[in-house]
């Protein structure tokens, strides 16, 4: 290094006698190592001196590693460029297994670092390594000339605590490195759960029906299928016992609820209580289902099995190729009434609900031929809150209304306390109302005198089951 600059250089000698110097690396004003003018530290470092003691206090600049790697190495680099070597060369620096690793003073130099094995646990040590970058393939040796070169070590050097200083000796180059450790947090994205869900198309809204009589026919009538738009929320129906599987795979797509297609066809779980599902045309509709009775029905459950055709009505209009807007032929009996319900079957088998029931009735008066139709809706379901009894009068909820909930467990529930009422009757299968809790009126009235007797009931979980 020079003697007024903050310069730092690198003498090398390759084999054959060529000497050339990389440098300079850093560089800045800065104050003068000692006070005779005979050393400059890299740039950011900054000295104190004090006479009486001749001791010399330094600070550093802060330089990474990697950083300084690509000083030395943009200083090779430039070398190269410039034409001071024919050959280029690579610096880099690792980290050594402390326990493995001993830092001895080189030969003929004094010991200012006695022979140390570094196996502390705080002890950091990182080897830097100069190669040429064609070593084997006609790069010569070389040596880097850390004393003997022109750039090498001051023999006047004053080390700060060196006990074992005499003046005019060399030193082999001395560095105090501080490492400071900080955090480097790396953001990973991991599962933060699990869950099995189904993906299925959306079952069909319930088609178009259109019901043409032929002129002069008093036996046959032509039904007429398109399919429908939008979108519709409504409780299943079923019409025949293979629904239930269909139905069921919807409540897990939909709704995420786990029920077994047994648990669609109970009571338990009957229409008036089934949540409701979403319906919409996301795929083709390929074929139709086209039920009928002839009796007045009361339910859609009268339809149930009673479709006209074993398989779905399609029409094939070329290979692979079918007609959205098939024709049925009905035969019938002129002067007699049926009722008439369709539903559609998109391309992956998914089923829609039912239309409306539909009142269809070819009159033959005398050869005056004209068909009847309207639309029949249910009568409303009355509900009888009376219920005749004798002597003995017991109440208790429904089995629906006992329905473990297994979406709200009840936890760690000691055994002198009572769990929590949320736990029954709120499944979402069965989509009843909690009981529990609440206050129900019920009112005995004697058949003989005519006396009323109101009892006051609150339903309450004591999580003991009486069989």
């Known amino acids: 290094m020079t003697q007024t600059q903050n310069y730092w250089y690198i003498d090398v000698k390759e084999d054959g006698g060529s000497e050339f110097t990389v440098g300079p690396i850093g560089m800045g004003n800065i104050a003068l190592f000692s006070p005779d003018g005979h050393r400059a530290l890299p740039e950011g470092f900054t000295t104190t001196y004090s006479a009486a003691g001749a001791q010399i206090h330094t600070a550093g600049a802060v330089f990474s590693p990697p950083d300084l790697v690509d000083l030395v190495q943009a200083a090779f680099d430039e070398a190269l460029e410039s034409g001071l070597t024919d050959w280029p060369y690579l610096v880099s620096v690792k980290a050594l297994d402390t326990a493995a690793v001993q830092v001895n003073s080189p030969a003929g130099s004094a010991a200012y670092l006695a022979a140390e094995t570094f196996n502390s646990s705080d002890a950091v040590v990182l080897q830097y390594t100069i190669i040429s970058?064609?070593?084997?393939?006609?790069?010569?040796?070389?040596?880097?000339?850390?004393?003997?070169?022109?750039?090498?070590?001051?023999?006047?050097?004053?080390?700060?605590?060196?006990?074992?200083?005499?003046?005019?000796?060399?030193?082999?180059?001395?560095?105090?490195?501080?490492v400071i450790n900080k955090s480097s947090p790396i953001v990973v994205s991991t599962p933060y759960c699990t869950q099995v869900s189904m993906m299925l198309d959306y079952p069909p809204v319930p088609p178009d029906v259109v019901f043409i009589p032929y002129v002069g026919v008093n036996n046959k009538i032509m039904v007429l299928f398109s399919s429908n738009a939008g979108i519709r929320l409504a409780h299943p129906v079923i019409l025949k016992n293979s629904d239930a599987s269909f139905i069921a795979d919807d409540y897990y797509a939909q709704k995420g609820i786990t029920v077994t297609a047994a648990q669609v066809l109970t009571p338990d779980t009957g229409e008036l209580t089934r949540p409701k599902l979403?319906?919409?045309?996301?795929?083709?509709?390929?074929?139709?289902?086209?039920?009928?009775?002839?009796?007045?029905?009361?339910?859609?459950?009268?339809f149930h099995d009673r479709n006209l055709t074993a398989q779905p009505i399609d029409v094939e209009i070329a290979p692979n190729k079918f007609s959205t807007s098939p024709a049925f032929v009905d035969t019938i009996q002129p002067n007699k009434k049926y009722w008439y319900c369709a539903r559609s079957v998109d391309l992956h088998n998914n089923i829609s609900n039912p239309t409306y029931i539909f009142e269809i009735e070819m009159v033959d008066n005398k050869g005056q031929m004209y068909m009847r139709h309207k639309v029949v809706n249910f009568e409303p379901q009355v509900l009888n809150y009376k219920k005749m009894g004798r002597k003995i009068l017991a109440i208790e909820p429904r089995n629906v209304q006992r329905y473990y909930n297994a979406a709200n467990p009840p936890g760690d529930v000691a055994l002198n306390q009572i769990p929590t009422s949320n736990i029954l009757g709120t499944s979402e299968v069965n989509n009843v109302s909690s009981i529990w809790n609440k206050k129900f009126k019920v009112r005995i009235t004697s058949k003989k005198t005519g006396r009323k007797i109101d009892l006051n009931l609150t339903f309450k979980n004591t999580g003991v089951v009486i069989p």
């Open 133 to 178: 970058e064609f070593s084997g393939m006609g790069a010569p040796p070389f040596e880097l000339l850390f004393t003997s070169g022109p750039n090498g070590l001051d023999a006047n050097s004053t080390y700060d605590g060196d006990s074992s200083y005499s003046p005019n000796t060399k030193r082999w180059p001395v560095a105090e490195a501080s």
């Open 278 to 302: 979403e319906y919409r045309n996301d795929g083709s509709i390929r074929k139709y289902e086209l039920f009928r009775v002839d009796k007045m029905p009361t339910s859609y459950d009268d």
